[in-house]
């Protein structure tokens, strides 16, 4: 059995810039592909990035050049380093590691114009 523990979330103003965590338990990490989805209110979840086990990373088009996803295996944890926050950005955002069904519980990032 896998935790996922999401924090990092906030208020922030547009522009504004937050950093993510998602610290997971376990020994395997290392060999989890990881990846941060957001959902908001009456929207579906989607993909924001993701990192392979060999650190190549993807992002979803709206958020290139602006969010960052890292990960460090001696510390279990994979981080998303958001800047240039817009309003729309506003969401629950969460960790996951993929093709599995391990899920965070979520970090809520709130965005003010």
């Known amino acids: 059995q896998v935790q996922l523990v999401e924090s990092g979330g906030g208020l922030v103003q547009a522009g504004g810039s937050l950093r993510l965590s998602c610290a997971a338990s376990?020994?395997?990490?290392?060999?989890?592909?990881m990846g941060w989805y957001r959902q908001a209110p009456g929207k579906q979840r989607e993909m924001v990035a993701f990192?392979?086990?060999?650190?190549?990373?993807n992002y979803a088009d709206s958020m290139k050049g602006r969010f960052t996803i890292s990960r460090d295996n001696a510390k279990s944890t994979v981080y998303l380093q958001m800047s240039s926050l817009k309003v729309e950005d506003t969401a629950g955002y969460y960790c996951?590691?993929?093709?599995?069904?391990?899920w965070g519980k979520g970090t809520l990032v709130t965005v003010s114009s």
């Open positions: 990192i392979t086990s060999g650190g190549n990373t």
């Open positions: 996951h590691i993929v093709g599995t069904g391990y």
């Open positions: 376990g020994s395997s990490f290392s060999r989890y592909a």
